[in-house]
Structures are given as C-alpha cells and as structure tokens.
C-alpha cells in the first residue's frame, strides 16, 4: 500500500470521507495530535486502527464528532455537567468520558461500557467528519509507544504503507493530546491532562486530577484510564528528568554526560559546556507545542542519553510534566 498525502481542500476532504465510508483508516489533523480516523461504529474498520498502530486491544479509543447532537448516538447518559463544559471548551481539547450506547461497537471502547468524546476544533477534522456523516473514532497518529506526531510528515514516517492516506492539516496548534476527564460527584476527575487545564476547569466545576497522572502506576492496580498502564511518548534515548534550579542542572550533567549525551533544556542560555543540545520552549504552551516533535529529532540525532529540565506543572505545564514523565519511565532526578 503506498500512503498518499493530501491537502485540505474539499476535493481532498471529498476523497478521505470516501475511504473513511468504505471502511478505511486515514490519518487527520486535530488541534491537539495527528489522528488514526476510521468509521467509530464499524468494527472491522476500528480494527484496522489497531492493527496499523500496533495497540493493546484494552486500550480504548476516543470518538470525535462535528456537532453536539451527535453525543446523542454515541453516549447512552448525558450528564448535566456535560452540557456545560461542552458549551465552555468544545469545540477545542477536551475528552469526556459518558456511559456508551448500543451503537459503539466495544472494539472502539476497549471494552469498556464508558467511550471517550472530542469535538475537535480543526477545521479540516470538522469538515471531514461533517462529510462522512460518521463519528470517527481517532487515537494519535503514532506507532503504539512512539511519541504523538504534530505534522504530517511524522504520520508519514510511522504509517507509510499502513494507511491508505494522511490528511496534511499543518502542525498541530497545541502539540499535546486533549484532556480526558470523567464525570465524578458534582464535578469532574482529569485523567490525562492537556489544552484545557485543570484551573480552567476549575472555572466551571470541582475539579481532581488523578494520582495516575503524576504517579507510576502500583504493580496490581486498575487503571481509570487504560492509557495509564502502558509504556508511552518514549524516544529510544534514555530519557533523565531532572528537577531542580539551573545551577543544579548543569552540575549534574557536567558530572554525569557521556558519549551520545544530549541536553534537552528550555533555551539556549541553558546550554551545558559544548554538550550538543536542543531547546523546547521557555513557556508552557511552546514547550507542549514542541516537545513531542523535540523527542522524535532526538532520536534521529542519535542520542543515547537526554537530561531533560523539568517543566513547571501550572497550566498545560501539566500535560508536558505527564507526558515528559512518562517519556522518562517515571526516572525522575530530584536536585532540590
Ligand atoms: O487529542 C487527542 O485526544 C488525540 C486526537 C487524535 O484527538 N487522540 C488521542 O487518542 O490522544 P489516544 O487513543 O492516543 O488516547 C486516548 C486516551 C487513552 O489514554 C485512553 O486510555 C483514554 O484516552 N480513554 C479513551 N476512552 C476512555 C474511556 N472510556 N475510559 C477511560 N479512558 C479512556
Ligand atoms: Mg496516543
């Protein structure tokens, strides 16, 4: 199978929601990550998701949609909160967990009875399930452990040959995966933090986040959410988180870099010595913009060991303290 690239127009819209009908997986833009979009409610078309990404069957898959009603088909239960924190952050990065309906098939929900929700923001996400008519089932666009692609390109190096074609959308405005949340007493449990945060959360209703999303999980444990059990964002360098001050930093790498060592830092002030480095951004949002794409680079770079600085965790500094965490194996490096 040659995987063909395609623009945004309608024609090439057109053309996916043509594949996507007869039970095909294309690759999208979102706002958030690349997606893996087939048909939510045709089983052998979500199979074929699992298949090209290499995916845990447990490991359930969230269901976008292109309108409010569409809830309706998908969810068997619409809490009250729901409608409130859709009209606050949808269209946009946020995932709402709800009771499923007979018609999502449990190949889409991992098994589950609950399934996932997003209305993405993307234009061309937006009007590509708009002509499918269809709820797309779409987890990121990555081989089953790799970081999330942000660009076309990077769908293209996991999938080509996988997928019949990738939609070229641009680079993905937030760089970070949506927030997943769960409804629980008046207010809501974030499980996997992202683009809507905690504090604007918050705004709208008591709002926890689970131990799951700063904590390794305990040998035994059930995950809320399945995608907390596994192995996840991982370049193949080892990845050292390290938390403390600048001064603390670049003590600690001098002492401990080797061969194939780089230095994963905010700018380029913070560079260490002559030790090769690449920069993720002095803020939250640039860091979440480019961190899973500074993972990649630092693979193909060569590195054998990264020092990463610890992001600040306010904001969608969280999600990039998830995920660079994760990404770590939890190996986190506390100098203060
Ligand atoms: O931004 C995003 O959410 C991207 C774009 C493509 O929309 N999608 C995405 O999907 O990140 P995926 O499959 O890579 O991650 C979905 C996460 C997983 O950790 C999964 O375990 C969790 O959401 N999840 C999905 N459905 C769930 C459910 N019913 N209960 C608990 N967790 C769920
Ligand atoms: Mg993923």
């Not at 290499?54 to 009250?80: K, T, Y």
């Not at 007493?185 to 504090?199: K, Q, Y």
Request: charged letters at 25%.
């Amino acid at each position: 199978m040659v995987t063909e690239i395609l623009d945004c127009s309608e024609a090439s819209l057109l053309k996916a929601a043509e594949l996507i009908k007869s039970g095909e997986v294309v690759g999208i833009p979102t706002e958030t990550v690349y997606g893996l979009a087939a048909n939510a409610f045709d089983e052998t078309a979500v199979r074929k998701i699992f298949e090209a990404k290499g995916r845990p069957a447990d490991n359930p898959l969230i269901v976008h949609i292109s309108d409010f009603g569409m809830v309706r088909e998908i969810a068997s239960e619409i809490p009250n909160l729901a409608y409130k924190l859709a009209e606050r952050f949808w269209p946009g990065p946020m995932t709402m967990i709800m009771p499923k309906s007979e018609k999502i098939p449990l190949v889409t929900s991992g098994g589950l009875d609950t399934v996932g929700i997003r209305f993405p923001s993307h234009p061309a996400a937006r009007r590509l399930i708009e002509l499918c008519g269809l709820p797309l089932a779409a987890p990121s666009a990555n081989l089953s452990g790799s970081p999330s692609p942000t660009t076309a390109r990077r769908v293209f190096d996991d999938m080509n040959g996988r997928i019949p074609a990738i939609i070229d959308g641009g680079e993905s405005l937030v760089g970070v995966e949506s927030t997943v949340i769960c409804f629980e007493g008046s207010g809501v449990r974030i499980l996997r933090p992202g683009g809507i945060t905690r504090e604007m959360l918050s705004e709208v209703c008591d709002v926890s986040v689970d131990r799951g999303v700063t904590n390794r999980l305990e040998d035994g444990a059930v995950a809320r959410s399945p995608g907390m059990k596994y192995r996840h964002y991982a370049p193949k360098a080892d990845l050292k988180l390290i938390r403390g001050s600048l001064k603390a930093y670049k003590s600690y790498v001098s002492e401990n870099a080797a061969d194939g060592s780089w230095c994963l830092v905010f700018d380029k002030s913070e560079a260490v010595g002559c030790l090769p480095y690449l920069c993720y951004g002095a803020s939250p949002e640039e860091q979440a913009h480019e961190l899973f794409e500074a993972l990649r680079k630092l693979d193909e770079l060569g590195a054998k060991t990264v020092f990463a600085r610890c992001p600040d965790d306010s904001g969608i500094g969280l999600a990039v303290y998830n995920r660079i965490l994760r990404a770590s194996g939890f190996c986190i490096i506390d100098l203060e």
